[in-house]
């Protein structure tokens, strides 16, 4: 860490926000980016933009905070040395855009700010799944042929670059397999930064096939771990999976599923129409749900609705009661 990067909060800041109340995630980044034009049919998909037009970037975590997030999930998902040494670029650049993905959303938390965003914000440094490097798929599968400890030294070095950059909390999400949630614990030990472990899942298994009591319970254990929960699946998939996660680890619970509509690899688009209702907004949060908002497809428009739902459950007050002066945030 250099000396000029700000010290990372502590865990207790959004921790404590959690016992207060909820926390409102963003939504997709892809589809903010790809409705203000940007083509992401790159394997790098929105990685790429990092490089290219970082200030896109800045304006989609933007949109979600002024649209009522807490929380922003950095473009970082599929930025790994190794989906950038495909295209040329070496390390010491791919580290510096990793760092960038970080540093461009609290720049965006700034101009939230300016704006007169007056709740709490917070910046989630997203670690995806070994799949979402190879671009082929295989993240919604797992079973990549690796060993744990294969898995958690390719986590390890992006994980120590990202927890450089002083995110709040480190995203562990769309993990397709126990097994690498497994060696993502691991990697993640002794980086001085909380982290949430999210699973994709099918039903009530994650997409590898384990069943979600025997995959949640890996994080029981994990101080690291301030939240358990799933992303990226069918919103009709939360219900149960946030009742087995609130009961197995005892920990908060984070959810942010997609919109419902489906993903036709080969044709490149999305088929079908949304289920995410707000109901069952309201339903998760009875569950043990804390942190709550969207994946592929959940726009600005839809984390609004989140957060007035939320509102609406909790009173007026609830994200603002969340942060005390011993747990400020950045912002």
């Known amino acids: 860490m250099t ?11 959004l921790a404590t926000a959690l016992v207060g109340g909820c926390v409102v995630l963003d939504g997709g980044m892809s589809n903010q980016l790809e409705s203000a034009g940007h083509d ?10 990092l490089a ?3 200030e896109a970037i800045t304006e989609a975590h933007l949109a979600y905070f002024e649209a009522g997030a807490n929380v922003a999930i950095t473009s970082s998902y599929q930025a790994t040395f190794e989906g950038f040494a495909k295209r040329g ?3 010491r650049e791919a580290a510096r855009l990793l760092t960038s993905s970080v540093e461009l959303a609290r720049e965006a938390a ?21 799949g979402a490097m190879l671009a082929d798929g295989s993240e919604y599968r797992g079973r990549y042929g690796l060993s744990v400890e294969e898995l958690a030294r390719f986590h390890r070095p992006r994980l120590e670059v990202l927890a450089a950059a002083a995110p709040d909390v480190l995203a562990l999400e769309t993990v397709p397999d126990a097994e690498e949630a497994e060696a993502l614990l691991r990697a993640v030990r002794g980086l001085g930064v909380p982290a949430w472990l999210s699973y994709s899942i099918a039903g009530d298994r994650t997409r590898a096939g384990q069943p979600l009591a025997e995959a949640f319970a890996l994080a029981a254990d994990a101080d690291e771990v301030i939240a358990v929960g799933v992303n990226c699946c069918a919103p009709e998939d939360v219900d149960a999976a946030v009742a ?7 920990k908060p619970v984070v959810v942010y599923p997609n919109s419902g509509e489906v993903w ?9 129409r949304s289920t995410f209702t707000f109901e069952q907004v309201r339903g998760w949060r009875e569950s043990g749900a804390r942190l709550i908002g969207g994946c592929c497809r959940v726009g600005p428009e839809a984390v609004a609705s989140i957060a007035r739902t939320l509102t609406s459950v909790m009173g007026p007050g609830f994200r603002t009661m969340q942060v005390s002066e011993r747990s400020p945030s950045r912002f």
């Open 3 to 13: 000396s000029d990067t700000p010290a990372p909060l502590s865990e207790a800041s």
């Open 40 to 49: 992401l049919s790159d394997e790098l998909w929105s990685a790429r933009l």
């Open 52 to 54: 290219e037009r970082p």
């Open 89 to 91: 670029i070496g390390d």
């Open 110 to 130: 700034r101009q939230a700010r300016g704006k007169g965003v007056a709740h709490p914000l917070w910046v989630a440094a997203s670690v995806g799944p070994y």
């Open 244 to 250: 087995t996660a609130a009961r197995v680890t005892g």
């Open 264 to 272: 036709d690899a080969q044709a490149r688009a999305w088929n079908g």
